[in-house]
C-alpha cells in the first residue's frame, strides 16, 4: 500500500505570510487522484484541492497545489486568520483511499 | 448545494454493533458515491468504505470483516454498520461524498463522535 507523509508535523507562521506545505508518497502516484482538506477545530475537512493542481468550488486562489511522481506541495500565498488550520493530504490508489497524518498551520 | 447529516447513538458498548445513517438534501444520492469517515480523537482520517447508489460497495480491507453499508435512494440516506466495536473504534464518524470514481470528497457532513464504552 503506497503511504503518504506529510511534513512539516506542524509549521509556525504569521498572518500575511506564505505557507508550503509537503505530501510525499512512498510510490510515485497518479497526479488525478492526489487531494488536499482543509480542517479547523471542531469541523468537518474541507476539500481545497483535487487532481494536484484544481481548487474545488468556492477556494480562494491563494490556494493552489502541484507536483507529481512523489512530491507533492500546497502552497498558501499569503496567510489569512482562518487558514489556520490542519491540512490533510489524500489519494487514491488500488481500491483503497487513505490520508496522511496532516500538517497542522498554527500562529 | 448538498448537505449531509449523520445521525445515530452516541454511545455503544463493546462488542455491540455501531449503527449510522447519513441523510442527503439538497441534491439526489443516485448516480453518486457515498463514503463513511472516521477520526479518533486528536487522530487522522481514516477511510472506512463507499456505496454506490446502486448498492455496489468497498470497504477498507483493515475494517472489512466488521463493516457493512446499505443505501435506501427513496430516502436519499445511506447506512453503516461496524459490528464488535471496540474502544478503538471510538471516533468522529463522516459521511461524505465520493470514492470509485470520484476519488476525492467533496461534500462532508458535520460529524457525530461515537464512542465506544459500558
Known amino acids: 500500500d503506497i503511504v503518504l507523509t506529510q511534513s512539516p508535523g506542524t509549521l509556525s507562521l504569521s498572518p500575511g505570510e506564505r505557507a508550503t506545505l509537503s505530501c510525499r508518497a512512498s510510490q510515485s502516484v497518479r497526479s488525478s487522484y492526489l487531494a488536499w482538506y482543509q480542517q479547523r477545530p471542531g469541523q468537518a475537512p474541507r476539500l481545497l484541492i483535487y487532481g494536484t493542481s484544481s481548487r474545488a468550488i468556492g477556494i480562494p486562489d491563494r490556494f493552489s497545489g502541484r507536483g507529481s511522481g512523489t512530491d507533492f506541495t500546497l502552497t498558501i500565498s499569503r496567510l489569512e486568520p482562518e487558514d489556520f488550520a490542519v491540512y490533510y493530504c489524500q489519494h487514491y490508489g488500488d481500491s483503497l483511499y487513505t490520508f496522511a497524518q496532516g500538517t497542522k498551520l498554527e500562529i | 448545494q448538498v448537505q449531509l447529516q449523520e445521525s445515530g447513538p452516541g454511545l455503544v458498548k463493546p462488542s455491540e454493533t455501531l449503527s449510522l445513517t447519513c441523510t442527503v438534501s439538497?441534491?439526489?444520492?443516485?448516480?453518486?458515491?457515498w463514503s463513511w469517515i472516521r477520526q479518533p480523537p486528536g487522530k487522522g482520517l481514516e477511510w472506512i468504505g463507499y456505496?454506490?447508489?446502486?448498492?455496489?460497495?468497498n470497504y477498507n480491507p483493515s475494517l472489512k470483516s466488521r463493516v457493512s453499508m446499505s443505501i435506501d435512494t427513496s430516502k436519499n440516506q445511506f447506512s453503516l454498520k461496524l459490528s464488535s466495536v471496540t474502544a478503538a473504534d471510538t471516533a468522529v464518524y463522516y459521511c461524505a461524498r465520493g470514492g470509485g470514481a470520484a476519488v476525492e470528497f467533496d461534500y462532508w457532513g458535520q460529524g457525530t463522535l461515537v464512542a465506544v464504552s459500558s
Open positions: 439538497g441534491g439526489s444520492i443516485s448516480s453518486y458515491y
Open positions: 456505496i454506490y447508489s446502486i448498492g455496489i460497495t
